[in-house]
């Protein structure tokens, strides 16, 4: 089934909110591996969605040292696309963080970690990896990649019909 998985920044953010909402208004399948009560067994069910969804979101906001999903970014995405290059990934990497963050040590390094990661995706050539400046930006990127999916789905089950 066509779904858009809702990876990146966890904790307190709320960056999920608006896309749910507008997904939940135009009937789009996601997947939200936000939780307030996270166990491990979830892990499972996470890694399927990161290996099979069409669509990925990985926005890494500005409201965390984001240390993890910096990380995680990197390693995921790239060994997502290689499963499956004909999916989708959008990211955003906000190169500034929240004044409120003021470890120096923990900053510096976030900041870090942001500008390579990013600078390494946009050196890359791949076709099926958007990036993004803003969660604005990434909301209507995944709309307009999921009407297309649907599109590329019903082409799909045209030509297997046709084998048949």
């Not at 920044?9 to 997904?23: I, L, Q």
């Not at 099926?128 to 590329?152: G, R």
């Amino acid at each position: 089934m066509l779904t858009i998985g809702l990876f990146g920044t966890c904790g307190d953010s709320k960056w999920r909110d608006r896309f749910m909402e507008v997904y939940k208004q135009q009937d789009i399948p996601f997947f939200n591996p936000q939780v307030d009560d996270w166990e491990p067994e979830m892990a499972v069910e996470e890694a399927r969605h990161l290996a099979e969804d069409e669509i990925i979101l990985f926005p890494v906001t500005n409201e965390t040292y984001g240390l993890g999903s910096i990380s995680e970014v990197g390693f995921s995405i790239l060994n997502a696309i290689k499963l499956d290059d004909r999916r989708d990934f959008v990211i955003m990497i906000q190169q500034e963080l929240d004044p409120s963050l003021d470890d120096e040590k923990l900053k510096k390094e976030s900041l870090r970690g942001r500008a390579l990661v990013f600078q390494h995706l946009k050196k890359l050539a791949f076709g099926n990896v958007y990036l993004v400046n803003s969660l604005q930006e990434m909301l209507e990127v995944s709309l307009t990649l999921y009407e297309a999916a649907k599109i590329k789905n019903q082409v799909k089950r045209f030509a297997l019909s046709k084998k048949e």
